[in-house]
Structure formats: structure tokens, C-alpha cells
């Protein structure tokens, strides 16, 4: 049996991290030696709510329990990022089937750049099927109780945030 080190990337934009997302990360961090989250500045979307270092910030204190789990981000496609590590795997979480055509697609996209790289699923739990960024982001702007959506301790951070940023 190998020696080798199995290492998960959970990428994501994590503006901000979700419940949806630690979960997909605690059940990762179960599965494989090492889980490095992946922060991607993510240009597709709108002004993001949170910079890198507020989004990495708080990743870091989500994940602050789990050993096995460091914090990175990537200025990089994340197929040549994966390149750094010699035995990782892509984890992706899925809520529905709009995840999946869009995952499907990345997938192709990712493995013509780098071959060897896989892409893994985990399902949604149930509870957080209907939980996103956007939702958590669209909350805050309307000052919404954001318990049981994000970590408690990043409540303040959110609400804080939302102050400033509903006003633009
Ligand atoms: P969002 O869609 O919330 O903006 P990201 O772009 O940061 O999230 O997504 C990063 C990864 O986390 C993706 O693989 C996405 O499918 C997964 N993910 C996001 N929210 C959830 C959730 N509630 N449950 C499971 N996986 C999720």
C-alpha cells in the first residue's frame, strides 16, 4: 500500500463561507490526509462582498479545529494550481442539478489543462441544499438573522460588512 499523502482542494469563492461549504470541507477532511481550501478570486462573478485576505481571514477561523486543513489562494487557473500537489484531488460539493452542468463542464475544462487531475463530488446535506454565498450575501444586505447559515463566530464579521456595503 502507498505511503503517499492523499490531499483534497476544496476551491470556492467563499464570499462568504457558508455551512454548506464547512460541511463539504469537515466530510473531506474525514476522508483524506490533508485538505487545502482553495480561495479563488473568482472574476466571473459581481464585486465580491469580501476581499481575499477577509474571505481567507475567515475561512481560516472556520477551519481552525480541523488539523488537517490549511488555507490557500490562488492567482492561477486551479488546474495548474492542483500541479503543486502530487497527490490531490479536486472535491466539489453538489446541490442540484445546476451544479452538476456546471461541474461537468469545468471538469472537461480542467482536464484538458491538467490530465491527472480528478474531480470528486459529495453530495449536498440536506440541510444546506438551498444555502449559497449569494443567499448568505442577499441576507446580510437586509440585516436577516444569518444563524444556521455561516459559522456564529462569523456573524459580526458579515453583519459588520453588510453595513458598509449595503450602502453602494
Ligand atoms: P457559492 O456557490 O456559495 O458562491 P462557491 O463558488 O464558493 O460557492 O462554491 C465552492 C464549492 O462549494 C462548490 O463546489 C459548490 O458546489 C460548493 N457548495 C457551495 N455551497 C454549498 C452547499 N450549501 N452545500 C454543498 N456544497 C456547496
Redesign the pocket.
Known amino acids: 500500500m502507498s505511503s503517499e499523502k492523499r490531499i483534497a482542494i476544496?476551491?470556492?469563492?467563499?464570499?462568504p463561507?457558508?455551512?454548506?461549504?464547512l460541511?463539504?470541507i469537515r466530510r473531506s477532511a474525514q476522508i483524506f490526509d490533508e485538505v487545502v481550501v482553495c480561495v479563488?478570486p473568482?472574476a466571473a462573478?459581481t464585486t465580491p462582498m469580501f476581499t481575499i485576505d477577509e474571505r481567507m481571514d475567515m475561512v481560516r477561523r472556520a477551519v481552525v479545529r480541523y488539523p488537517n486543513v490549511t488555507v490557500e489562494t490562488s492567482d492561477i487557473l486551479l488546474a495548474e494550481f492542483a500541479k503543486r500537489y502530487e497527490h490531490a484531488v479536486l472535491?466539489?460539493?453538489?446541490?442540484a442539478a445546476s451544479?452538476f452542468d456546471y461541474?461537468f463542464q469545468m471538469n472537461l475544462i480542467n482536464k484538458k489543462i491538467n490530465p491527472d487531475l480528478e474531480t470528486m463530488?459529495?453530495?449536498?446535506?440536506e440541510k444546506?441544499?438551498?444555502?449559497?454565498?449569494?443567499?448568505?450575501r442577499e441576507m446580510a444586505k437586509y440585516q436577516a438573522d444569518l444563524t444556521g447559515l455561516v459559522p456564529n463566530e462569523l456573524i459580526p464579521d458579515i453583519e459588520e460588512k453588510a453595513r458598509t456595503w449595503r450602502k453602494n
Open positions: 476544496c476551491p470556492g469563492s467563499f464570499d463561507i457558508t455551512l454548506g461549504h460541511n463539504i479563488m473568482n462573478k472535491v466539489k460539493g453538489l446541490r451544479d461541474e463530488f459529495l453530495t449536498a446535506s444546506y441544499t438551498f444555502l449559497s454565498s449569494s443567499v448568505v
